[in-house]
């Protein structure tokens, strides 16, 4: 290790001085804390401030936040802005004043690159800085380097991006504008938070390729895109990550405890949101991705609580750290919907006075008692006394009809009677066609075996097109083969109904969708035909989906073909070129992924040509790329093991 040129010392280090870092050292030394916070950064704020997200997007309010957010207003008088919170420097003038009235020491462009261990614990970090090495210890450390930096290095386990490839959500690089506003012809901010491209964000080259390739989109935002008629200020110092690390905690937060908002008895914060992904290849996303978003059409359609639990905080294996930012310990899935800026500064909040008792007691965070870390914080405002004892959730509960405001749950669902199952199956029933027909599909499944002879009564039935549409989606989505021959027509017609938002995938997609959670084998035909059709990268990953599930169940004639087809299909320059990321500004090639989900079809068809046509993406300049095809050509190792054992066994 280099020695260090300076020694410094503090009850509470927090690394990270952004979105819930900067919440965390200011209620760490309120709470009477000595507090060093140290930042990569030039300046204090985070994505608020560096990445020009300067506006809320969902959240929950309370706590320390609040009289943030009333400072900042106040300085937006003076720094001018289009709405609340639009000026990044209010915030970032308002959060360095307040870190320097608390007395708490801030060490910008000082990066932590060692983490000192002893007798098991925590004990501190290394640092460099302009003027060298710096070593810091701490009683407690706060990791809020957004990518659990600190804790991964201290040990703690973690997972990186989906299940299927590893990719994160796509980053932005926000610009910063100008223009006359259209009514009164004042000059105001603007900013566009466009998806920019992917990036694995503790690659040095991902992350500097990713600033070039961001800002290299500018120009066309300006003159192509919605930027057109304004001035363009400054690109985001700072990229906008909305994923990385997530740390395993003692507990890991799953998306029924986000999706049903259970309750929990350690609970620190609450958070609010939608689903928020920004993925449009839900091939290779998962399937409650592909039902909520495409099937159900639930794109920002309601907005879900939950509970953040202490344990999630809590790095398994690893003392003396608490880990608040989006790194905490939460499966992909619910990640998209703990991340909004207003969440990580109530979750830092947390962790912030959560060290500081516990460097107060000399406790290891892990034996604060719960319940008097709840009490202060419901004093500070970042909990209400309701939280703490609450058993009901406004969660997937409708507003409008007969079921408005009955709280349903599954626990609901499991105490009924099979009477009364069939008459909520009716009430539910008659919401398909209403507005909040997600909801009662949603439950419909749900509730299962009692749902499905109201639904077979729509879906052939002779009422709206639409509503038996949605019937036979029900029908599929509980496992009922009487919705396939409903399902083939509208893949076969190619049906292009389609919402009007971010992400219009029309009816023939989402009857894809169903037919392959049926395992349906009469679509493989259909399905192929369509990929030979050469519609968008986004809609081709979910029928490649389909192609590499069902591939296993088809005939060695019908694997060969297929095989075949497919090479044919891939060598056409213009496979997966077509994908624009949310935002519609930048168009990209995934045909890497393309190669991925070609190379798997094949491995699983006995045919090892799929490696071959995979390996020259090893050599790609960008990591994340380049995991994504190492675990694609892992997967297909094991697919053709399994084909030579049993030709093996054959023998």
Known sequence: ??????????????????????????????????????????????????????????????????????????????????????????????????????????????????????????????????????????????????????????????????????????????????????????????????????????????????????????????????????????????????????????????????????????????????????????????????????????????????????????????????????????????????????????????????AAISAARGLEPRQLPVAELQRRLVERGVLKPHDLTRTETANLTFQHGELAGVPISREYLCKMSPAEAERLAQKLAAYIGAKEEGFAIWWLVQLGKPAEAPLLGLMNGKGEYACRRSAAFALGLLGSETAVPFLLRMLRSREDDRPQHLKPYPKWVAAVIVLRLLRCKDAYTDVLAALEENHSASFNTLLLQYLYERCGELSREQQLDLTERLQRWFECPGVGGDYTAQGDLVTTSIRWNMASWVGLIMAAAGHPGGIELCRPYLNDPRQYVRLAIAAGIERMKIHLAEHTEKGCAAR
């Open 1 to 354: 290790m280099i020695p260090a040129k300076e020694q410094l010392s503090a009850d509470v280090l927090v690394v990270g001085g952004g979105t819930a870092g900067c919440n965390a050292a200011i209620a760490a030394a309120q709470e009477g804390a000595s507090v060093i916070v140290v930042e990569m950064d030039a300046a204090v704020g985070g994505v608020a401030t560096r990445s020009n997200i300067s506006s809320y997007h969902y959240g929950s309010r309370g706590g320390l936040q609040d009289l943030v957010d009333k400072k900042v207003m106040a300085r937006q008088a003076v720094f001018g802005g289009r709405d609340s919170l639009s000026h990044p420097e209010a915030k970032r003038s308002v959060y360095s004043e307040m870190l320097k009235e608390h007395g708490v020491r801030v060490l910008l462009r000082h990066t932590a690159f060692d983490v000192w261990v002893e007798d098991g614990q925590v004990a501190g970090v290394v640092a460099a800085g302009p003027a060298g090495v710096v070593d810091i210890r701490a009683k407690v450390t706060i990791d809020c380097s957004a990518d659990g930096d600190i804790a991964a290095a201290a040990g703690a386990n973690f997972t990186v991006g989906r299940e299927f490839d590893g990719i994160c959500h796509l980053y932005s690089l926000t610009p910063r504008t100008v223009a006359k506003h259209p009514r009164t012809g004042k000059l105001q901010l603007g900013q566009l938070n466009f998806d920019a491209g992917w990036v694995h964000s503790s690659s040095v080259l991902d992350v500097s390729a990713a600033y070039m390739e961001g800002r290299a989109h500018l120009a066309k935002y300006l003159t192509e895109g919605p930027g057109s008629g304004q001035h363009l200020l400054s690109a985001a110092p700072k990229l906008g990550v909305r994923e990385g690390r997530h740390i395993t905690g003692d507990y890991v937060m799953n998306m029924d405890d986000f999706l049903y908002d259970r309750h929990f008895d350690d609970v620190v914060s609450r958070a609010c949101s939608h689903y928020d992904t920004h993925a449009k290849d839900l091939g290779n996303e998962s399937d409650f991705a592909q039902i909520w978003l495409v099937v159900l059409d639930m794109f920002v359609k309601g907005s879900y609580w939950c509970d953040i639990p202490y344990r999630s905080l809590l790095p398994k294996g690893v003392s003396g750290m608490l880990v608040a930012s989006r790194a905490l310990s939460v499966d992909r899935e619910v990640s998209m919907g703990v991340r909004m800026q207003r969440d990580m500064q109530k979750v830092g909040e947390a962790a912030g006075v959560a």
